[in-house]
Nanobody
Framework: QVQLVESGGGLVQIGDSLRVLCTAS????????MGWYRQAPGKERMFVAG????????HYTQSVKDRFAVSRDNAKNTVYLQMNDMRPEDTGVYYC??????????????WGQGTQVTVSS
């Protein structure tokens, strides 16, 4: 199985950019599809973006399609979520998730602890 640790969260202003990352350990990272979810206060966790195990497909929720980009670096066992033109509704805890040989659209089997992202107006 794989262990996931997120980092890079923080407080930003409207329109700013931020990159969160997730580092994996414990298994062969390149065999795992990776995903990003967000949980806003009082709301359910929702899918934000994902990338297939071999990197040939990326998936996004509609609200972030032209602003966020998911990528992976297998040499570093790391997946990134680059967030641009951020909005208050992007606020939440961002969770990294993994699924062995997955498409990147979920469902995911392994989860990190999350990193807080706050967009201030």
């Amino acid at each position: 199985q794989v262990q996931l640790v997120e980092s890079g969260g923080g407080l930003v202003q409207i329109g700013d950019s931020l990159r969160v990352l997730c580092t994996a350990s414990g298994d062969t990272f390149r065999l795992y599809a990776m995903g990003w979810y967000r949980q806003a206060p009082g709301k359910e966790r929702m899918f934000v973006a994902g990338i297939s195990w071999n990197g040939d497909r990326a998936h996004y929720t509609q609200s972030v399609k032209d602003r966020f980009a998911v990528s992976r670096d297998n040499a570093k066992n790391t997946v990134y979520l680059q967030m641009n033109d951020m909005r208050p509704e992007d606020t939440g805890v961002y969770y990294c998730a993994a699924e062995r040989l997955g498409t990147g659209a979920g469902p995911f089997d392994y989860w990190g602890q999350g990193t807080q992202v706050t967009v201030s107006s």
